[in-house]
């Protein structure tokens, strides 16, 4: 990463934080070979820098609880927060080695790393930040609780096959009171187009067709087609794709809904939106409801990916967890260390360790330890697995034509705010999508503002009479680079102070004076501390795809290397990559004898996928 001053990566807040003298007593400093994990609280960070820079966007406020708190009663597993840094460098490995080393705790590879602990394997976590959770961590400030990324909990209800958020919690024994969601998302488009996503199916498409009567049915039969390849996927037991004794039982068990599945594999939202809807603003307002779930239109949005979003949010519904999305991390990693499994936090792998087969056996880490397994689980983007963890030199030839297929999505301009409640009329919802300029330019930087109010459902994430808005908007990493600091924070304060303008003319007057705290992080922010490729939110199409038929999914042609998280099939958002941590530790399991396998059927099948790739 090039050198850059703390204070311009780590989106400070506007107004200065002073530095804590508490810091150097409070952080933990022992390493013994498995000390027990130490409960965090975290603190304002208008009192406390974190590790001596600048106050950071996401998890900076985190100090280890003192002596005295740790001497009483152990934390509860929602109070844990970051424990293990693992052992010390020189200890003896050799006692050591796992059956599955994961690189990265977001959503991906958490549920990969739980899935597998369940089964009875051996796992590591590994994690470069103090926390878990990636795009879907927290941080705190000033009584507010933030969540990084998304409000938006998909895959979170309470029946079918679906709701893989709450089957992964499940696994480990978790269950998280949640909070129901009445309007998924209220959109404000132009030319006026005010549409509420209600959480009953019927009234949204009351709502959406009285605002296009000529298309009533039109729209109606693309839901409703939508709704044929969800039922599909919420008959199955969703599990590896890449096992063929798994497929053949879901075959048996199910055909019609495999067959279903397989038809629609190659198809694109936009496709079959434009069989049925002929009106302009109509099919963009479909590009719209795609955006939010690939950051691009329907004509390049998996039919799959889209159906499984836009039913999901009227089938199980969106549920907030109460607290905080962060405690869906927390409570994985609790469930995942109460099964055997470890996780060590500021463990920056910095590559991925071969035997004399050329097999991937371990990672090593920037302090110089090195950590052997039988297996490796890359949480990272495929960017950042092929031509950093692993070398060029090692990079398949599949993985190289997966990066002509596919670019990096942009990245995001993200604004965390606290404000005086005043600012939002009654009954304000809490997701927002803003284009109130021109269609055509929904996927342009700063364009399409997303907005997340999550204390509209869960007041306790704010201080009294206190509410959290949180933007986030595309925005590009080329456009943040070759300033100064003063120019990047100037810049910040710039386009911040522009969006902020947009949401009080369209509908909040008065906002910009309700603000009481606010942090802006950029692309740079998003690199840093999600560790990713210019702060990418994952891949997007370089053309227009066939659908997911050349998403690739966990294996590699790298032997024990498998990748998880939003650069394999289903691609990007929390319920995508639970689901790609489902399938990679089925698929991780199988081949480690921990679930049935069939070399012979698995050889066959995984030449049958790979060409499939090559035919998009």
Not at 101 to 111: D, E, K, P, Q, T
Not at 267 to 296: H, M, P, W
Not at 356 to 367: F, H
Not at 440 to 452: A, D, K, N, Q
Request: charge should be neutral; charged fraction near 20%; glycine fraction near 8%.
């Amino acid at each position: 990463m090039p050198a850059h001053s703390p204070l311009a990566l780590s989106a400070p807040l506007v107004r200065p934080s002073a530095p804590c003298p508490l810091r150097a007593s409070l952080l933990p400093a022992s390493r013994a070979a498995k000390p027990p994990p130490a409960a965090f609280v975290r603190l304002g960070a208008r009192q406390c820098t974190h590790l001596g820079r600048a106050p950071s966007r996401f998890c900076d406020s985190i100090v280890a609880r003192s002596a005295a708190a740790r001497s009483q009663t152990s934390a509860s597993p929602t109070e844990r927060r970051a424990g293990s840094s693992g052992p010390a460098e020189g200890e003896a490995e050799a006692e050591r080695e796992y059956d599955a080393v994961v690189i990265g705790a977001g959503m991906g590879g958490l549920v990969a790393a739980t899935q597998m602990a369940v089964r009875g394997m051996r796992v590591l976590l590994l994690e470069k930040y103090l926390i878990p959770g990636g795009s879907s961590g927290w941080y705190e400030r000033d009584g507010y609780t933030f969540d990084v990324g998304s409000s938006v909990m998909f895959g979170f209800g309470d029946k079918g096959n679906v709701n893989l958020v709450t089957r992964a919690l499940a696994a480990v024994g978790r269950k998280l009171p949640l909070l129901e969601d009445p309007v998924a998302v209220h959109y404000h488009m132009p030319k006026g187009l005010s549409v509420q996503v209600h959480r009953s199916y019927e009234q949204f498409l009351g709502e959406l067709t009285s605002r296009f009567p000529h298309e009533k049915e039109g729209i109606r039969k693309f839901y409703d087609e939508c709704w044929v390849v969800f039922n599909a996927l919420n008959a199955l037991e969703l599990q590896s794709l890449e096992e063929p004794l798994y497929l053949l039982g879901q075959f048996f068990r199910n055909p019609l809904s495999c067959l279903t599945l397989a038809y629609y594999l190659p198809q694109n939202a936009g496709d079959i939106a434009r069989k049925y809807i002929k009106d302009a603003d109509a099919l963009a307002f479909i590009d719209a409801e795609c955006f939010i779930v690939s950051t691009v239109n329907a004509a390049n949005t998996p039919m799959i990916n889209a159906a499984m979003v836009l039913c999901d949010r009227h089938y199980g519904g969106i549920n907030y967890p109460q607290g905080g999305v962060g405690r869906i991390a927390q409570e994985l990693v609790a469930g995942l260390e109460e099964r055997g499994g470890e996780v060590w936090y500021k463990a920056n792998v910095t590559e991925v360790l071969f035997d004399e087969q050329g097999r991937a056996a371990g990672v090593k880490l920037s302090d110089g330890r090195s950590v052997r397994a039988k297996t490796v689980v890359s949480n990272a983007t495929r960017w950042d697995t092929f031509g950093k963890l692993v070398p060029a030199e090692r990079m398949p030839a599949e993985e190289r034509a997966f990066q002509q297929r596919y670019r990096q999505a942009p990245s995001f301009l993200s604004i965390h705010m606290g404000v005086r409640a005043s600012a939002l009329p009654p009954g304000t919802e809490c997701h927002h999508l803003v284009l109130e300029t021109e269609w055509g330019r929904m996927e342009e930087p700063y364009e399409s503002i997303f907005l997340s109010i999550p204390t509209v459902l869960d007041p306790s994430l704010a201080p009294p009479d206190r509410h959290i808005l949180h933007v986030f908007t595309t925005a590009w990493m080329h456009n943040w680079q070759g300033m100064s600091t003063e120019e990047y924070n100037a810049k910040k304060q710039q386009v911040a102070s522009q969006i902020i303008a947009r949401l009080e003319r369209s509908l909040f007057p008065g906002l910009s004076d309700a603000i009481e705290l606010m942090d802006v992080g950029t692309p740079r922010t998003h690199r840093r501390f999600l560790n990713r490729v210019d702060g990418t939110y994952g891949p997007i199409p370089a053309r227009r795809p066939l659908g997911l038929l050349g998403m690739p999914f966990n294996t590699t042609q790298v032997p024990g290397l498998y990748c998880v998280g939003d650069s394999c099939f289903p691609g990007q958002g929390v319920i995508a990559v639970a689901f790609s941590g489902i399938m990679c530790a089925h698929r991780v399991a199988a081949d480690l004898g921990y679930e049935k396998r069939n070399p012979a059927l698995d050889t066959g099948l995984s030449k049958l996928l790979a060409w499939f790739r090559t035919l998009a």
